[in-house]
């Protein structure tokens, strides 16, 4: 009897499902579709930086600059200066900015590497909402909903700050928060309606 020729049948169809989003041992393995996920099937990461003590420009350009040779294919919004919203007492205004890229890394992996840029930048908190030479917060990873100790993501107030909305749609409208299922560009429009006297972010 002939063996039945199974080479390359069986990779060629687990490539085929695998590629579609289904994993035929383990079932559906997240919507391979949309901007949450590149075309590497590596999870598009959203991360919001912010800085309002000391050389603000100079902690910016570092934490971008640590990015960029963290993540793939990354892209970054422009500076905004932004009037201090939530914080303790009066500070100074910050900077603040967006950066999407991809990562090999877990979620807790990059969220250790964020702290560790941080760090890198002296970043100190005697209180909450003190004053910063270095704020990182991940926003979005690919279309994971994570809520674990030390580890929430969707950031769980990225909705309802403009300081991260309006950066990240210069560079990124189309991305996909996989709560709300809204894009980013959505999300804008939507607290722009909610307030309409904000005041405006200045680039
Ligand atoms: P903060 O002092 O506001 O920068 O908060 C940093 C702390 O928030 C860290 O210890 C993180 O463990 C925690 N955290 C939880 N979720 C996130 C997130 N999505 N991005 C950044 N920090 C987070």
Redesign the pocket.
Do not use: W
């Given at each position: 009897m002939r063996p039945i020729p199974r080479k390359g049948v069986v990779p060629l169809f687990l490539f085929c499902q695998v590629k579609k989003g289904y994993d035929p041992f383990f079932g559906v393995v997240g919507r391979r579709s949309g901007p949450t996920r590149t075309s590497d099937h590596l999870p598009l990461v959203a991360?919001?930086i912010g800085s309002n003590l000391g050389d603000r420009e100079s902690h910016m350009a570092f934490a971008r600059s640590r990015l960029r040779a963290m993540l793939g294919s990354i892209r970054a919004s422009s500076f905004y200066e932004t009037t201090p919203e939530g914080v303790e007492g009066e500070q100074p205004a910050f900077l603040n900015a967006a950066v999407i890229g991809e990562t090999q890394l877990s979620?807790r992996d990059l969220?250790d590497a964020?702290?560790a840029i941080?760090a890198d930048r002296g970043?100190e908190?005697p209180f909450?909402?003190a004053p910063?030479t270095l704020?990182?917060?991940?926003?979005l990873?690919g279309d994971q909903i994570?809520d674990e100790?030390?580890?929430?993501?969707?950031?769980?107030r990225f909705r309802e700050r403009r300081f991260v909305l309006e950066p990240l749609a210069e560079i990124a409208p189309d991305l996909r928060d996989p709560a709300s299922h809204k894009s980013i560009a959505e999300l804008l429009d939507e607290l722009t309606r909610s307030t309409p006297d904000h005041e405006a972010l200045r680039r």
């Open positions: 991360v919001a979620a969220l964020l702290l941080e970043r908190r909450a909402r910063r704020d990182l917060d991940l926003v990873f994570i100790p030390g580890l929430t993501v969707p950031h769980p």
